[in-house]
């Protein structure tokens, strides 16, 4: 925010604009409403022409809790593991923390729905989040013999225990 005027800056009004113009979202004069920005900033993440700019205006985002979201959506919308930290650097480095262990959860996630995670981890150190989509999605037996047994929530527990279920019947099966 502009110290003075508690509005965006001049430079992010002009990126916002910009991305309005591009997106056909409507200009909306001063852009001091998160909820305008956020409308831009969610059509701007389905065009990679404006990574640019998205990155710039993220970088200058008064609102923390948009500029994380918006992150995180550009990670829902672009799988690309090594496109991540590009995103993640996008932010200021105090604003870095919460974006950077989701790419790290979304990085085991992947390991843990497809397979490859070859060692089984500790999951008491997971994030809620990590925990609760790897229940959901795992395909891996002896992650989800760890959740089930120490997974942080009951419900995480079941899930699991349910999804490991399923799996030895379908392991039985001729």
């Known amino acids: 925010m502009s110290a ?3 509005l965006p800056s001049a430079r992010l009004r002009q990126l ?8 056909g979202c409507a200009r909306v004069p001063g852009w001091a409403d998160e909820h ?5 900033y969610q059509a701007a993440v389905a065009l990679c022409a404006l990574g640019p700019s998205l990155r710039e205006a993220l ?7 948009v500029a994380t979201s918006v992150v995180l959506l550009a990670f829902d919308r672009d799988p690309v593991r090594e496109h991540r930290a590009w995103w993640v650097d996008a932010l200021p ?8 262990r989701r790419a790290d959860d979304l990085a085991v996630l992947e390991g843990v729905r497809d397979g490859s995670l070859t060692d089984v981890p500790d999951v008491t150190a997971w994030t809620h989040w990590l925990q609760r989509a790897s229940a959901e999605q795992s395909t891996v037996p002896d992650v989800l013999e760890e959740l089930a047994r ?6 995480i527990r ?14 039985a099966r001729p």
């Open 16 to 23: 916002l604009d910009h991305m309005a113009d591009a997106t």
């Open 4 to 6: 003075t005027d508690g």
């Open 59 to 65: 970088a200058s985002e008064p609102d923390e809790g």
């Open 158 to 171: 079941n899930i699991a225990a349910e999804r490991l279920r399923i799996h030895h019947r379908a392991a």
């Open 36 to 40: 305008d920005r956020w409308h831009v």
């Open 93 to 100: 480095a105090d604003r870095r923390a919460f974006v950077a």
């Open 150 to 155: 120490d997974g942080r929530t009951r419900k």
